[in-house]
């Protein structure tokens, strides 16, 4: 089955850039989708299709794809930012829903 | 407004059955397949089932096929989750999702909105 490999955590200074990688064989030709999800809440999809945006979601959230790794990345984060992070595909070979392990983002 | 709102979690044996439900509101129901997500406490997030819009189309995931059933009923806007044979492994909260579509085709699409999630416990 297919496996996409997220680092569990990643810190950063408030005002830097976070950039949280999505790790799988040839995700670059897969969509990818990635959630945030707060503490006792749902996730929230805050990009879809590698790199769109939902309304609502700063531009300072993007997100891209290539390779063997998709990449979101949270520019001038802030402290609301903090969260856990989980990327997301579609493995048509075994039509199953993947998610990555998750990672949780820590402003420092 | 879109609301999915979920139901049915409980405490339940090993080996014991539940049957949870997802109400969907402000949307037209059969246009949109729907999936079911799991978290086990402090856990990640996982995958369990995904349903087309018509419901002609059911996805599984390994850990739970042959175990659990997915269905909707259309005409009530209404989502379901039928778990059998339970193990400890299945305490998690469950979420329904929304798709961005009707068919399997749209399997592979986002979610952009799910439930507050409905908690399952499997326990002696």
Redesign the interface.
Known sequence: SYVLTQPPSVSVAPGQTATITCGGDNIGRRSVHWYRQMPGQAPVVVVFDDSGRPSGIPERISGSNSGNTATLTVSRVEAEDEADYYCQVWDSGSDHVVFGGGTKLTVL | EVQLLESGGDLVQPGGSLRLSCAASGFTFTDYAM?W?RQAPGK????VS?LTGPGDGT?Y??SVKGRFTVSRDNSKNSLFLQMNSLTAADTAIY?C?RGMCSNSAC??????F????TLVTVSS
Do not use: I, K, R
């Open positions: 999936m997500v990640g997030l996982q995958w995904s996805f995931a390994d979420y999702a399997l592979g699409g986002h979610s952009d799910w439930g507050q999630g």
